[in-house]
């Protein structure tokens, strides 16, 4: 079954919506102050020996400090029992006392027991990496710090914008026409999304649930769609406005499937990994996850779920 992306549009120059205010993005500059003019008539200074004298006491003192230290470390060791390095022994090649471990997620969901460079939990430790699923519903109160307002009343969380807004004029400057259908949403919004589609299902299914858990394969039950954490945009073929497979075969998606890493988005919902992700196939939904995981994922052709571990 197709559904229809509608979409009133209106002209804008050269961009496919409204563009940030400049104070956003532009560094302010700062006035430097002027220099004085020189003088014309200069005097030769007089040489002193202070500074010489204060060097060399510093180079007394340095000395004397660094030789006291040595002598306590001597100290120190001699009165270490033996084994007792064996606890530094333990740690990889390159760590230190005070380098982090890897990220462990506990058993309650949304705890982190340390932080460090690996890929951050299920739980979201790193805004982009948020995941978003039935079995990591976002609260209700949930809040996203700033948004962009885009063209047609959609939005993005600001720290996308410029990414996506690259990958949109890359885009065109290919000679396509991506058109934007679907972005932020509110809760309500879901709700109203989510209930449309459950009526929809009603005449088919035997029951309220059976029609519920239909509707939730293609439309996300309120707090579990990508869309509320301002991080996910629909995106069709100008030329396509249907949300169904047909849409893989357009050149717009068939640009993006291939240049989306690029930007720090992948393709969210991939035919094979439905099971794993709960949805079904939308070649239209782009998640920004950053470059680095972006390209990690999309290179390996591995979904979200997988790449945070919770495949």
Known sequence: MSYP???????????????????????????????????????????S??????????????????????????????????????????LP??????????????????TVSSGGESKPSASGDSWNLILVNREHPLPEDFQIPALTRLRNNHAID??????????????????????ICSSYRTWAKQEELFENKV?????QAGSREEAEN????WVSRPGTSEHQAGLAVDIVDQSYQLLDEGQEETAVQQWLMEHCAKYGFILRYPT?????TGVGYEPWHYRYVGEEAAQEIMGQGICLEEYLGNG
């Open 272 to 276: 094979e990994k439905s099971a794993l």
């Open 214 to 217: 239909q509707a939730a394969l």
């Open 5 to 47: 992306c509608i979409v009133h549009d209106f002209p804008l120059p050269d961009r496919e919506y409204y563009a940030a205010a400049p104070a956003q993005w532009d560094v302010p500059t700062v006035s430097r102050p002027r220099r004085p003019a020189p003088s014309r008539v200069r005097r030769k200074p007089r040489r």
């Open 49 to 90: 020996s202070l500074p010489f004298l204060l060097l060399l006491g510093l180079a007394l003192f340095a000395g004397g400090f660094l030789l006291g230290r040595a002598r306590a470390a001597g100290a120190a060791s001699a009165a270490l029992p033996s084994g007792a390095g064996a606890a530094s022994a333990a």
């Open 93 to 110: 090649s390159g760590a230190g006392a005070g380098d982090s471990l890897p990220v462990r997620v506990l058993d309650g969901q949304g």
């Open 199 to 203: 009526q929809s299902c009603l005449s």
């Open 158 to 179: 600001k720290r996308a914008y410029p990414a996506l807004q690259r990958m949109m004029d890359d885009c065109r400057a290919a000679g396509l026409e991506p058109l």
